[in-house]
């Protein structure tokens, strides 16, 4: 058994100590997140490990929404570029850019490796070889208005109906009460990445599967999910304004945290910010697991990790990779954790420290083991493809455009012929 304790300190010693280079100083460029938080913790990480190790670092700013990222790295390292040495990647893009990663198992020691949770590692590593470290780890969460619920009596709900009944309950009864603005709940309902995970969350928690299961069979097409969708469409315009068809998380984010919705789903990050000094929602807010659909089924938030992984055309492979070791070591997500984003490093979840500004930690460590994952490592570098498919189906679907069931068929008819092609 793995002595938690030691590794963690093994991994703490190595954020700290190990990073210094010869007179050669290097610069390593950077892909960090383009704005907010995450970019501010992303350039002060990086000016650290630049005064201890005299190296500099160059940040590159990656596009608003992240998937718009992956054709860029595409197109930086398929010209073997040395313009990106450590790049910032969501975990179901390891499998598409793996021919250009370079293998870690052997650059980065056993004990610090071992010190992140199993999931995040199996989701940066491709035919045994290690290709990114993990940065954070996330799932989909639902937040919810502690003192609303308090107020009208309402327990936290654990099925999807259940919220829906209560979001509806509260809503009426709030703008009864002249909050005109209030709705029932946002999430992320535009026709993107967040959507599928949004989908997935719905279909998987109802016993529907993951659209495409783990051996690469395409399970879409089921009555569960069609089921699972059709609450969903349910709640536009009743317990979900119109709008939140264009919602990507940050378009959900604006409307709680102003007050204005009493359930949101989300990830982690948006603990932190609704519990800001100066957020109207600061001790107002409560997070927990998503709801099932059926008894019997799993909360699935879809899995997701941030990753750090090097370019092989990098012209300094051991600077970046030295940047990724701080990055991703104990003392950074320590820091990073002070800031609501989840660590990959199983220890910190006992960290005193950490769980006294951020005990909600306790609670979402049940959704990452509920977790339900995209099935990229099942598609491959056609994953994109597979969840293009996937959100505008089911968009139709919340639109009006299609039924559940029509648009199902058509998602596994249209993934079949991908499957043909090859994942």
């Known amino acids: 058994m793995i002595n938690l304790r030691s590794v963690y300190v093994a991994a703490l010693g190595a954020s700290c100590a ?6 050669q100083a290097a610069e390593v460029s950077l892909f960090c997140s383009s704005s907010g938080v995450e970019l501010e913790l992303c350039q002060s990480a990086a000016e650290a490990w630049a005064k201890e190790t005299g190296n500099t670092v160059k940040i590159n700013k990656m596009p608003a929404n992240w998937g718009d990222a992956l054709p860029i790295y595409q197109q930086l390292l398929a010209s073997k570029s040395s313009d990106a040495d450590v790049l910032s990647l969501d975990n179901i893009w390891v499998g598409a850019l793996a021919p250009h990663l ?7 020691p056993a004990e610090e490796i071992d010190a992140h949770f199993k999931s995040a590692l199996a989701d ?14 996330d799932a989909g969460l639902m937040f919810y208005r502690k003192d609303l619920l308090e107020k009208y009596g309402k327990p936290v709900p654990t099925t999807w109906q259940e919220l829906t009944d209560t979001a509806a309950f509260i809503q009426d009864k709030e703008r009864a009460g002249g909050k005109a603005d209030m709705w029932g709940h946002v999430w992320q309902g535009r026709a993107y990445e967040g959507l599928t995970c949004d989908a997935l969350e719905w279909v998987a928690s109802n016993g529907g599967g993951t659209f495409v299961d783990a051996k690469g069979d395409i399970t ?16 536009i315009g009743k317990i979900s304004p119109e709008g939140v068809l264009n919602y990507d998380e940050e378009g959900a984010r604006g409307v709680f945290e102003t007050g204005n919705s009493v359930f949101m789903r989300n990830w ?5 910010t609704s519990q800001a000094d100066n957020s109207p929602l600061k001790g107002k807010v409560g997070v927990t697991a998503l709801p099932v659909g059926k008894a019997g ?16 055309y990098s ?5 970046a990779v030295s940047l990724v070791r701080y ?17 990959t490093i199983e220890a910190l979840y006992s960290d005193p420290e950490i769980l006294k500004s951020y005990s909600f930690l306790t609670d979402v460590s049940k959704a990452y083991a509920d977790s339900a994952s995209r099935p990229s490592q099942a598609t491959g570098g056609s994953y994109n493809r597979v969840s293009q498919r996937i959100f505008n189906g089911v968009h139709n679907v919340l639109s009006g455009k299609e039924t559940a069931e029509d648009s199902l068929a058509k998602i596994a008819a249209d993934l079949e012929r991908l499957k043909k092609r090859g994942w």
Not at 128 to 137: F, G, H, K, N, T
Not at 268 to 272: C, D, E, K
Not at 297 to 312: D, M, Q
């Open 18 to 23: 190990v990073f210094a280079f010869g007179a």
């Open 102 to 108: 370079v293998n870690l198992k052997d650059k980065v």
């Open 124 to 137: 940066a590593t491709v035919n045994d070889q290690l290709l990114a470290m993990p940065w954070y780890i």
């Open 220 to 235: 879409a097409n089921n009555p569960n999910a069609a089921a699972a969708l059709t609450l969903a469409r349910s709640w």
């Open 268 to 272: 982690s990050y948006a603990w932190g």
């Open 297 to 312: 089924e799993k909360s699935s938030g879809c899995y997701g990790a941030g990753l750090l992984g090097v370019s092989k």
């Open 315 to 319: 012209k300094d492979v051991d600077a």
């Open 327 to 343: 990055l991703t070591g104990a003392k950074e997500q320590k820091r990073r954790a002070m800031s609501a984003y989840s660590p």
